[in-house]
């Protein structure tokens, strides 16, 4: 067995209820909590702000995190933390307030400047305790020790640090009951994609990141129709919700590749959510890598189509890619740059933008050049 590490996340509350169960594990004192205006429009923050605020703490409320949180934002959190002397963090919503809520906790415990933390490992310092609430089955943010921001010219940088790991996270699918088929349908073939490419992810992948993405994959792909069919289901929001963790512990640890470096610039540019950017490559991409991967591809096959499982790795390697564009047409995502206004002039620009994202194409089980990308996203298009 080759040497490894791996990275342990949080420590996990889950089950409904389990976001006002915060309340017993964090510290007093004024606490920054971070969401969007949309989450506490819906009333989804009530219970957990109410129980913290029985708890006798001041709740500092900074609702201003939009789509792809810009740096701007999060200095906003940042200054407004600092103002109210808060003794710790709470991020409540999708990726974009758990991203901004991780490093406000890192730059208002550490004292660091932002723009010295780029990176892999830069960030060392200590931060303040730190917990993360996610409301959509996706980005796994609650997991992982990485946070991206949207900077100037809408590149997006990303901070990857231990110490963004939060403290504890809360999985409650109650949270996640009103969301609606669109947002299901790309949260979740995000964290879909996150299991597939930590499980081909060639520098570190290891066999704890494998199991936590075989099992993400089995009920992720098993309940996402489901999910979107029946908003309601709860078992299958429960589900969704542990998949999309696990998806998020094996990515930390195997970080993902190609789909999510051509998807990058797809919503750092034409501000498409993130999910959807995935969807949109996924199926291209796979193709791509099919005879690098073929091996880890026709592993993962079963587990979407249990009947391939006898045959060879080619068919299955076909089969698993056939399954993942019909889950995302079946999911109701229409499937094409074109679909979402993406004008074909752009694949060059695109390409090109999509080679900044060295950091996960290092990561891709095979290369993929400019020339590769620009190839892509006319195949996407
Ligand atoms: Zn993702």
Redesign the pocket.
């Given at each position: 067995m080759r040497p490894f590490s791996f990275n342990p996340g949080p420590r996990l509350i889950s089950g409904e209820g389990s976001a006002a169960r915060l309340a017993e594990v964090l510290p007093d004192g004024p606490c920054l909590f971070v969401t969007d205006k949309d989450l506490l429009g819906l009333g989804l923050t009530d219970a957990c702000r109410s129980a913290l605020e029985d708890g006798g703490r001041d709740i500092i409320l900074f609702d201003s995190v939009e789509a792809d949180p810009s740096k701007e934002t999060l200095l906003a959190a940042v200054e407004l933390g600092r103002r109210h002397d808060v003794t710790h963090v709470v991020g409540f919503g999708g990726g974009s307030p758990m991203d901004v809520a991780k490093l406000a906790a890192y730059l208002l415990g550490s004292g660091d400047e932002l723009d010295s933390i780029w990176g892999v490992d830069i960030a060392k310092g200590p931060r303040l305790p730190l917990a993360l609430v996610p409301t959509t089955a996706g980005?796994g943010s609650e997991a992982t020790p990485i946070s991206v921001i949207t900077c100037e010219g809408g590149v997006k940088l990303a901070v990857n640090a231990r110490p963004l790991v939060a403290d504890w996270a809360a999985l409650d699918a109650s949270l996640t009951l009103g969301l609606p088929p669109h947002v299901t349908a790309a949260t979740g073939i995000?964290a879909i994609?996150?299991a597939i490419e930590a499980y081909t992810s060639v520098r570190l992948k290891n066999p704890m990141s494998d199991a936590l993405a075989r099992e993400a994959l089995k009920l992720l792909s098993a309940n996402l129709l489901k999910a979107i069919e029946q908003p309601r289901d709860i078992e299958a929001r429960s589900a969704m919700l542990l998949g999309a963790h696990l998806a998020g512990l094996a990515f930390a640890s195997a970080p993902?590749g190609g789909v999510?470096a051509l998807a990058y610039p797809l919503g750092g540019i034409h501000h498409l959510p993130?999910g959807l950017t995935?969807a949109l490559m996924l199926r291209v991409v796979l193709q791509h890598n099919s005879d690098a991967a073929r091996e880890l591809y026709a592993e993962l096959a079963p587990i979407l189509a249990p009947e391939c499982e006898g045959q060879g790795s080619q068919a299955k390697c076909a089969t698993l890619i056939d399954r993942l564009d019909r889950m995302v047409v079946d999911s109701g995502l229409a499937p094409r740059l074109r679909d979402h206004g993406i004008p074909q002039e752009d694949v060059p620009m695109l390409a090109r933008e999509a080679m900044k994202q060295q950091r996960l194409l290092v990561n891709n089980p095979c290369p993929i050049e400019e020339e590769d990308a620009r190839r892509l996203y006319e195949a996407a298009w």
């Open positions: 980005t995000d994609v996150h993902v999510h993130h995935n």
